[in-house]
């Protein structure tokens, strides 16, 4: 059984995007991010400088990848530091949800912060979103 690629729909980012978005800080420990990604359920945290802008998402895969080498120093590593390895992206509320597949594809990456015009963070989407998103 095959299912019809959706090539012509135009569902927006918008109408898939979580909200509201789960932050950390960029100086938080990524302890206490940890504890943030296990007390919530979610998989994905939207890191944040003192400003408010959106750097990227650091996923739990991120924190579980660092815990072998810094696991004794988990509390005194930062977010920032894991957020090194995690390529800085983000997508606009009103693109479609196949640019969203394609640009989370294209960088192998779970989840993509949603970010309006004036740089805000707006909302995030996720595999599982687009996972849902096709199962339609």
Known sequence: MTTPRR????????ELMSVPVLTAAVTDSLWDAW???VISGLRHLAVVDSGGNCLGVLSDRTVLADMPRTFEHLGETTVGSAMERVPRLA???DKTAQ???ALMSLHMVDAVPVINDEDRLVGIVTSTDIVHWVGQ
């Open 7 to 14: 090539t012509a729909d135009k569902t927006m980012v918008r």
């Open 35 to 37: 504890q943030l990604l």
């Open 99 to 101: 640019e969203a597949a």
């Open 91 to 93: 997508i606009a509320p």
